[in-house]
T-cell receptor
Framework: GENVEQHPSTLSVQEGDSAVIKCTYS??????FPWYKQELGKRPQLIID?????GEKKDQRIAVTLNKTAKHFSLHITETQPEDSAVYFC?????????????FGRGTQLTVWP | DSGVTQTPKHLITATGQRVTLRCSPR?????VYWYQQSLDQGLQFLIQ???????AKGNILERFSAQQFPDLHSELNLSSLELGDSALYFC??????????????FGPGTRLTVL
């Protein structure tokens, strides 16, 4: 099955700086890559996703890039704010298959210091 | 609010007991996924249902079982509970598994504490 690796496990940045979280996947058939943000004790919330026919996608301060050849994708957060502090999970799946389950990375604890 | 509902929010029980967690997917979503999240752990996939049928199994223990009913709500049954089963249990739903739009939306979770 698919294996998703996520780095780093913890990340501390100063408010206003950028944060980058990286993930790799193993199955070249994966073609859908979402990112979830989870605050303490809350549900994971989908913040952005990318499909394999696109190399980059932006939504305000958040962007995701995908390199299909190298099988890695990254989350970029610019102008970080204290409310960005949370655990971020990357995931991979095969849209178009009959399963669609998400394979999650182990998460990155992001802390933004004011 | 994702539109996915889960009950109860909290559950406290004793070892050896059995509990049932309930999930209602978003309106129109046919697929339900169950995940377990222990303290400081990631999201462990347990099982997936699509339109009433089991589609995929992950790291689900034999003491655990699930089903999806004709109205598409799902229940996760946990039996012979052990201390290590204490965790947050999330359900997520999507329109069609593996469809062109594969977004999964999570419910608020049920926090299970086994004493």
């Amino acid at each position: 099955g698919e294996n998703v690796e996520q780095h780093p496990s913890t990340l501390s940045v100063q408010e206003g700086d950028s944060a980058v979280i990286k993930c790799t996947y193993s199955d070249s058939a994966s073609n859908y890559f979402p990112w979830y943000k989870q605050e303490l004790g809350k549900r994971p919330q989908l913040i952005i996703d990318i499909r394999s026919n696109v190399g980059e996608k932006k939504d305000q301060r958040i962007a995701v890039t995908l390199n299909k050849t190298a099988k890695h994708f990254s989350l970029h957060i610019t102008e970080t704010q204290p409310e960005d502090s949370a655990v971020y999970f990357c995931a991979a799946s095969m849209a178009g298959s009959t399963l669609g389950r998400l394979y999650f990375g182990r998460g990155t604890q992001l802390t933004v210091w004011p | 609010d994702s539109g996915v509902t889960q009950t109860p929010k909290h559950l406290i029980t004793a070892t050896g007991q059995r509990v049932t967690l309930r999930c209602s997917p978003r309106s129109g979503d046919l697929s339900v996924y169950w995940y377990q999240q222990s303290l400081d752990q990631g999201l462990q996939f347990l099982i997936q249902y699509y339109n009433g049928e089991e589609r995929a199994k992950g790291n689900i223990l034999e003491r655990f079982s699930a089903q999806q009913f004709p109205d598409l709500h799902s229940e996760l049954n946990l039996s012979s509970l052990e201390l290590g089963d204490s965790a947050l249990y999330f359900c997520a739903s999507s329109v069609v598994p593996g469809g062109p739009y594969n977004e999964q939306f999570f419910g608020p979770g049920t926090r299970l504490t086994v004493l």
